[in-house]
């Protein structure tokens, strides 16, 4: 099946350093990509919709100037977690879909995570 | 307002034993896919089931299926025989659309399987 990478898998930085995580569609092309974030023992939560070569959509309360997302190929997208605080410390999930998916059933490919901790 | 609802924080069954997890949802759309995923400790999304809103039949795969009751705007997941891999956090899933950008998909609060032997 589809493979969804993600890297790093987790990362401990300081309060105010930024913050760069990789999500890439290993063997098909993803022309969206959505960024989820949950804390422990939360949900998931939408946190941006990513489209190939255009502006991502931001979920409402989702600061986009905080969380920068860059979709430049079919099958990297990157978010870069600005001037980190604690607060922002969380586990973040890619998911990408097919470039081919027409339907509501197409599975959605999920990547294994990123465990974020800010000190 | 809050889509997907998961009433059950924590489930216990025992192992052998079949379990349902509920779900009820809230969509004005005709036209939207149920899913649930399990995510165990290790943090992973693994997909289990997916029904169609306009399915007929209640999906199954394996020892899932979907307790489908759409006037009710219900998604229960059925696992029959559970199995001590079977504990983990499990979530219901709506997506809709297509929307401007396409698809969404929101996800349920989730409930944890505990599976006893």
């Known amino acids: 099946g589809a493979v969804v990478s993600q890297h790093p898998s987790w990362v401990i930085c300081k309060s105010g350093t930024s913050v760069k995580i990789e999500c890439r569609s290993l063997d098909f092309q993803a022309t969206t990509m959505f960024w989820y974030r949950q804390f422990p023992k939360q949900s998931l939560m939408l946190m941006a919709t990513s489209n190939e070569g255009s502006k991502a959509t931001y979920e409402q309360g989702v600061e986009k100037d905080k969380f920068l997302i860059n979709h430049a190929s079919l099958t990297l997208s990157t978010l870069t977690v600005t001037s980190a605080h604690p607060e922002d410390s969380s586990f973040y999930i890619c998911s990408a879909r097919d470039s081919g998916w027409r339907e509501q059933g197409d599975t959605q490919y999920f990547g294994p995570g990123t465990r974020l901790t800010v000190l | ?117």
């Not at chain 2, 705007?73 to 025989?81: C, D, E, F, R, T």
């Open chain 2, 1 to 117: 307002a809050q889509k997907i609802t998961q009433t059950q924080p924590g489930m216990f069954v025992q192992e052998k034993e079949a379990v349902t997890l509920d779900c009820t949802y809230d969509t004005s759309d005709q036209s939207y896919g149920l899913f649930w995923y399990k995510q165990p400790s290790s943090g992973e999304m693994i997909f289990l089931i997916y029904q169609g809103s306009y399915d007929e039949q209640n999906a199954t795969e394996g020892r899932y299926s979907l307790n489908f009751q759409k006037a009710r705007k219900s998604a229960n997941l059925v696992i029959s025989a559970s199995q001590l891999g079977d504990s983990a956090m499990y979530f219901c899933a709506m997506r809709e659309g297509p929307l401007p950008g396409g698809f969404k998909t929101i996800f349920g609060a989730g409930t944890r399987l505990f599976v006893k032997a």
